[in-house]
C-alpha cells in the first residue's frame, strides 16, 4: 500500500507501455484530491468532463470542485445514460465541443462514468486533433476494473458492438471506490462477473503478484459487495494489476496473449445478443454463466478436474450471478452461436480454464461438445 497524500490513501498500479505508460490510482476519497492525480503537466489545457446525468447529479459537483481550476477552464458535456450513446451521433457532439474549446491549445478530456462514457469519449480523445490527452475517471466496479484499463476505445454500429473504434491509451486512471457506493446492486454484479474472471487468470504467478485472488475473493464475497473498505480496494487494486499487465503483453491485442481478457465471453455475447442486450441481464452476469460453460467445455476436453469446475459454478452461484442457462433458449443459443462462427471469425476461438488460475486458448472444440454443454446447461 502507497501512503500518498495526508488524507488518503491509495495503491497505485504502472501499466508500462514506454512513452504510453501511465498510472492506476484506486483508492478512497480520490475523487476530492483530483487536482493532486491528473498529470500536473496538464495544468494549462483547457478541461472538457463527459458523463451522463446520472453519474454528473450523484458525483458531478465533487469533480468539479476538486479540479481547482477557474469557472471558464471547465466544460462539461452530459451524453445519454445508455448504450446507445457509443454512436457516431454523440460522438460528433463530443468533437464539436472540443473543436469549441479547444483550438489554442489542446483540452483535456475527463471520461467520468461507467464505460459507456469512457469508450465513446475515449474514442473521441483518440481522433480530435490525432489525439489529445484524456483520463478516465471510472464510476462503475466494471469501468474500474476492466474498460478504463487498456485504451481500447470505440462505438457500436448496428451491426455489432465496438465496430469503429481504436487502441488509444489514457494518460492515467483514478478509481475513486468511494463513487461505487452510489451503484445499483445489478452493477455491482456486473463488476463481479469480471473480477471472477480476473481469478480465474492467473494464481500466484511470479511477475504478477497478485496471489491466490479466487481464494481471496472467495473467501470474501459479502464484504466485497458491502464494498467493505481495504476489501474493496485489495481486490479492485488487483484485478486492475492483471488487466495492466496482459495490455503490457499484448497492447494491440495481436500477440495471443490478451485474448484471455475473453474467457467467458464467447457464450456471454450469444446470451447477451439472445435478450438484445436489454437490462434483463448484465454483461457480468452473462460472463459468469458462459465462465461455468467454458469450465464444462473444458472438463469434456479432458482438460480440467472437476472438483475445480464445482469449485468455479460453487463461487459464481454464491455471488448470485447468472449459474443456468435461461429454460428454453439453448437452441438459439446454438444458432447464434453457429452464425458468429460463419460470418464474424470463421472459427470460434474458446478461452478455457485448466486450472483455476490458468487458462488456455482452443479453437478446435467441436461442435458437439459446444451444443452439449449449453444443452445440459438449461434450468
Ligand atoms: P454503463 O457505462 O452503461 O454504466 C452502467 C450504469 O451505471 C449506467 O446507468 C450509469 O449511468 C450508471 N452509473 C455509473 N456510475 C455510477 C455510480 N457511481 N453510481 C450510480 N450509477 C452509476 O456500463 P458499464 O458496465 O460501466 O460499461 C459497459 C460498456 O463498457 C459497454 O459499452 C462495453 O462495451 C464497454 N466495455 C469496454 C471495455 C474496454 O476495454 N474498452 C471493456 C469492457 C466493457
Ligand atoms: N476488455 C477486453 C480487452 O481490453 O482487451
Known amino acids: ?53 446520472t453519474v ?18 471547465i466544460h462539461i458535456i452530459q451524453i445519454r445514460d445508455s448504450e446507445r450513446s457509443k454512436s457516431f451521433e454523440t460522438y460528433k457532439r463530443i468533437i464539436d465541443d472540443l473543436q469549441k474549446i479547444g483550438q489554442k491549445t489542446k483540452p483535456l478530456l475527463l ?20 489525439g489529445i490527452p484524456y483520463v478516465q475517471i471510472p464510476t462503475t466496479l466494471l469501468a474500474q476494473v476492466d474498460s478504463s484499463i487498456g485504451g481500447k476505445v470505440a462505438i457500436d454500429l448496428p451491426e455489432a458492438k465496438n465496430l469503429v473504434g ?54 470474501n464475497l459479502t464484504n ?18 492483471i488487466k495492466a499487465k496482459v495490455v503490457e503483453l499484448d497492447e494491440f491485442d495481436e500477440k495471443d ?17 439472445y435478450f438484445q442486450y436489454s437490462k434483463k441481464y448484465t454483461h457480468g452476469e452473462c460472463v459468469a454463466l458462459g465462465m461455468i460453460l467454458a469450465s464444462r467445455v ?9 472438483i475445480k469446475v464445482v469449485q468455479i459454478v460453487e463461487a459464481i452461484k454464491r455471488s448470485g450471478l447468472l449459474s443456468v442457462m435461461p429454460k428454453g433458449i439453448s437452441s438459439e443459443i446454438i444458432k447464434i452461436m453457429d452464425y458468429d462462427k460463419k460470418f464474424i471469425d470463421g472459427k470460434t476461438r474458446f478461452v478455457l480454464p ?11 472444440v467441436p461442435i458437439d461438445v459446444i451444443k452439449q454443454v449449453i444443452i445440459e446447461s438449461e434450468k
Open 111 to 130: 471520461a467520468f462514468g461507467g464505460g459507456v462514457v469512457g469508450d465513446v469519449s475515449g474514442f473521441a480523445a483518440a481522433t480530435y486533433r490525432r
Open 1 to 53: 500500500m502507497i501512503p500518498c497524500y495526508n488524507h488518503f490513501i491509495m495503491k497505485t498500479i504502472t501499466v508500462n507501455l514506454k512513452e504510453h505508460s501511465y498510472n492506476i490510482f484506486v483508492g478512497h476519497g480520490l475523487l476530492q484530491n483530483i487536482s493532486n492525480l491528473i498529470p500536473a503537466k496538464y495544468d494549462k489545457n483547457p478541461i472538457l468532463i463527459v458523463t451522463n446525468p
Open 56 to 73: 454528473a447529479k450523484l458525483h458531478g459537483e465533487d469533480l468539479v470542485k476538486s479540479l481547482k481550476r477557474p469557472k471558464d477552464e
Open 166 to 219: 481504436a487502441f488509444y491509451q489514457p494518460k492515467a486512471v483514478i478509481c475513486d471506490l468511494d463513487v461505487l457506493k452510489t451503484l445499483p446492486l445489478a452493477e455491482i454484479k456486473n463488476g463481479m462477473g469480471e473480477i471472477i474472471k480476473y481469478a480465474l487468470l492467473y494464481k500466484n504467478v511470479k511477475d504478477i503478484n497478485v496471489g491466490n485472488l479466487f481464494a481471496d475473493i472467495s473467501d
Open 257 to 273: 496473449k490478451r485474448i484471455i481478457l475473453n474467457l467467458g465471453h464467447t457464450f456471454a455475447h450469444a446470451v447477451e445478443s
Open 224 to 241: 466485497m459487495f458491502e464494498l467493505k473498505k481495504e476489501c474493496i480496494e485489495t481486490i479492485v487494486a488487483k484485478c486492475a494489476q
Open 298 to 306: 473444458s472438463l469434456k476436453m479432458g482438460k480440467i478436474s472437476n
Open 354 to 364: 485448466n486450472d483455476i488460475g490458468k487458462v488456455y486458448v482452443d479453437e478446435t
